[in-house]
């Protein structure tokens, strides 16, 4: 199957300051990726959606500006938090998927837990 | 748009016994297709089981088996034989053929008991 991972696993920040997650498609080119965002208990809400080379579409309610998205090449999209702050603490999650692939899955990657002091 | 709903927060099993986790939905597309996510305490989403809207048989996969109601959107998962490992957060999800985004539902936490 195909796989994605994300990097960092964990990470910590000071509130104020940036923080990027990486998203990679290590075996098949993901023409388009998605952005997720889970509070603990409860279900993924979809953040935006990228695809390679255009601008991410974003959800109802979820600041562009804040929540900065990269999808540069079909292996690799990118998400910023700028200016986190403690409620910017979450777990988000990415998944790839194949343009042209109808009948295919999304291919999530295992996470980035974000926790801001 | 579309809305899945999954009415059962929690839901246990003993060990070797069946359950069944359910989801209902709604859309306006004539097709689509259903998932069932498993999501274990390390919050890596699998998937379980894929229904395509347009076929009649149920989909399956080993142990687990859903039972598709086209006309009353219903999409319910049936795991027989629990084992341990089964223990995770099962998300219902839909998602249309037009596009690839998936709306999931609520999710129900599955516990398997010894």
């Known amino acids: 199957g195909a796989v994605v991972s994300q990097h960092p696993s964990w990470v910590i920040c000071k509130s104020g300051t940036s923080v990027k997650i990486e998203c990679r498609s290590l075996d098949f080119q993901a023409t388009t990726m998605f952005w997720y965002r889970q509070f603990p208990k409860q279900s993924l809400m979809l953040m935006a959606t990228s695809n390679e080379g255009s601008k991410a579409t974003y959800e109802q309610g979820v600041e562009k500006d804040k929540f900065l998205i990269n999808h540069a090449s079909l292996t690799l999209s990118t998400l910023t938090v700028t200016s986190a702050h403690p409620e910017d603490s979450s777990f988000y999650i990415c998944?790839?998927?194949?343009?042209?692939?109808?009948?295919?899955?999304?291919?999530f990657g295992p996470g980035t837990r974000l926790t801001v002091t | 748009a579309q809305t899945v709903t999954q009415s059962q927060p929690e839901m246990s099993v003993q060990e070797a016994e069946t359950v069944t986790l359910s989801c209902t939905y709604d859309t306006s597309e004539s097709d689509y297709y259903l998932f069932w996510y498993k999501q274990p305490p390390s919050r890596q989403m699998i998937l379980v089981i894929r229904q395509e809207a347009y076929k009649q048989q149920n989909a399956t996969e080993n142990r687990f088996s859903v039972n598709f109601q086209k006309a009353a959107k219903s999409f319910s998962l049936k795991i027989s034989d629990s084992q341990l490992g089964d223990a995770a957060m099962y998300f219902c999800a839909s998602r249309d053929t037009s596009g690839s985004r998936l709306t999931f539902g609520e999710g129900t936490q599955l516990t398997v008991n010894p």
């Open positions: 998944s790839g998927g194949r343009q042209g692939v109808i009948q295919d899955e999304q291919y």
